[in-house]
């Protein structure tokens, strides 16, 4: 992925335009951090993002009376997306977030070493499997916050047709699909693909299982009554007051958006933190002396794994006006697309990009390590503006958590060749994980 894009830029500049094909709109790729904030920034009163084509098709007309023509806050666009917005940014982007959900989120994240400490001796099992206990982990938190309940996926090992196995699979499945049917060029439109079936028998399974989930909780919020205080409401119980509609789609987006994206992430850092243990031992002491300077020394580390791993590497606005941006005319309808990753690991913009330098983040404006001196919007693993990722802080919350537990418990390391990255829509780390995580207690 990162040649073609360093072919692009090298042999055409910062302006690249890439016509569609089968039905995939016109992409326009900007190299130059202020030409795609210009754009980016214009669009802000109505931030498009297509994606997600098979989805919109399958919510909006496949099984439209399921989904009573709501597209969902992933899919919806214009003033749907904006009203859908604003009813669930209460919800999720509440300051008092983090307070609430902290020690449901940490007892999962002990839970989480418990299971890691009784299969850690198995290196076969770790190498081919630590991914997914690690999606276990983020589906088990991800449910605690959208739904108020605990899912049990830690309790013991999941066999694979256990609804929470399912519906991690269907996650995954989704992901891979789409990539196939509407980054690569595919005729899903016109005839229906055997990736097009499997995609929506995947769509079919996540909903049944979710709405599996969502209706339990339901049930357990009727008997317990709806009479306790505001501000100890899960997401769910918050939206069903608001729209219960939105309250349904909502949840069940979390389940579907708020699954892998976590569990890479923590994968990325705890490979980082494993190929550099000077810093994984800065982080232990800090955890084990100052909690303020654990979490000062943890963001740093946290957006450092970031800056070398987007979950999404490109960033997208589709334009509902004409720009002129450094001399081009872009017109209304393009897909603008901001490389971000690529742009983060690249020497223009941080020195030393490839490596990893949690310090980068907290230096001073005179050391050249400066963030600063990057473009501020090089780096953006969590989107752009106002339509950028709603789950942030709940994700941010529970990598926290869950590495301050495993860097207490565990000296990490890896051993072998470095951890291997598939890009696709979103990027996915592949089997072995060379992890070994011995005990420090
Ligand atoms: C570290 C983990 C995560 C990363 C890196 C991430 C990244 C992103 C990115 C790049 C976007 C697109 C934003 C844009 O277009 O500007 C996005 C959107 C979104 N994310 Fe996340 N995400 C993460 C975790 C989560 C979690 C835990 C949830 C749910 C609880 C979630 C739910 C969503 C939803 C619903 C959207 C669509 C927002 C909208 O269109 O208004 N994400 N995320």
Known sequence: MFD????LEGKFGPLVKVDGVFARGTMLFLFEPDHFEQVYRAEEANPLRPGFQVLDYYRTQLRKSRYGGLHGLIN??????????????????LPKLVKLYAPGIDEIAQDFVQRLSQITHDDAYIK???ELELTKFS?????????????GCLKDSL???HPARRLMKSTRDIFELTYKLEIRPSPWRYIATPAYKMVIEAYDTQWEISMMYINHARKKLEQRGYD??????SVLEKLIAIDEKVAVMMASEMLLAGIDTVSFVTTSLLFNLAMNQKV???????????ESNYKRYFRACLKEALRLRHVVPANLRRTHRDHIVGGYYIPKGIDVIAPNEYLSRSEKFYPQPEEFIPERWLVEKSDPLYYGNAHPLVTLPFGFGVRSCIGRRIAELEIELLIKRLIEEFKVTWNGPPIKIVNKLTNTFVKPYNFTFTSVK
């Open 76 to 93: 919806a666009q214009g003033p749907e997306w904006r009203e859908f917005r604003t009813k669930v940014n209460p919800a999720l982007l």
């Open 280 to 290: 994984q031992d800065k982080l232990r002491e800090e955890i084990r002396t100052s």
């Open 228 to 233: 306790i205080p505001e501000e100890e409401k």
């Open 139 to 151: 589906l088990e938190a991800t449910a605690l916050v959208a739904l108020g309940s605990r899912l």
């Open 128 to 130: 081919d499997n630590f």
């Open 4 to 7: 073609v894009l360093g072919i």
């Open 159 to 161: 066999d694979s047709d």
